[in-house]
């Protein structure tokens, strides 16, 4: 699964891939159709298809004269589900350090302000005025 991962996040550390996924997520389009909008050859969009493709992200098949090329979605179930198990673990970790603090400042220190705070005239302290 790890190998897989990586060549998927690597896949997806090139923006212009990113934007290609991003473009197959609403359909099928063949490599010319994805290279239109950039300012690159035809062999240069087949290069990072390619690389699309060992990551197992997209599959080209074949409709008559074209060659569409298809987003595989179950790949994102995969790096969802890895991303969900760290997201969970932060928020465990998370909630310990929110629990900590409220401790922190539920203590008797937080509730009854002393002398050495520095918001507090130590006068009031001595006539009784704050405890």
Do not use: C
């Not at 790890?2 to 996040?9: I, R, T």
């Not at 603090?101 to 009854?112: I, K, R, S, T």
Request: glycine share 4%.
């Amino acid at each position: 699964m790890a190998d897989e991962l990586s060549k998927v996040f690597a896949a997806l550390a090139d923006p212009t891939r990113r934007d290609m996924v991003a473009r197959l997520a609403g359909s099928d389009a063949t490599v010319s159709q994805l290279a239109e909008p950039y300012d690159v050859s035809i062999q240069a969009v087949s290069k990072h298809l390619k690389v699309l493709e060992d990551a197992g992200l997209v599959t080209r098949t074949r409709e008559a004269q074209t060659r569409p090329v298809h987003l595989e979605a179950e790949v994102f179930d995969l790096m969802t589900k890895w991303i969900e198990r760290y997201r969970k673990r932060a928020e465990e970790r998370y909630q310990r350090l929110d629990a900590l603090l409220a401790e922190m400042n539920d203590g008797p220190e937080a509730q009854h302000p002393t002398t050495s705070d520095p918001g507090v005239d130590p006068k009031l302290h001595q006539e009784g005025k704050v405890s």
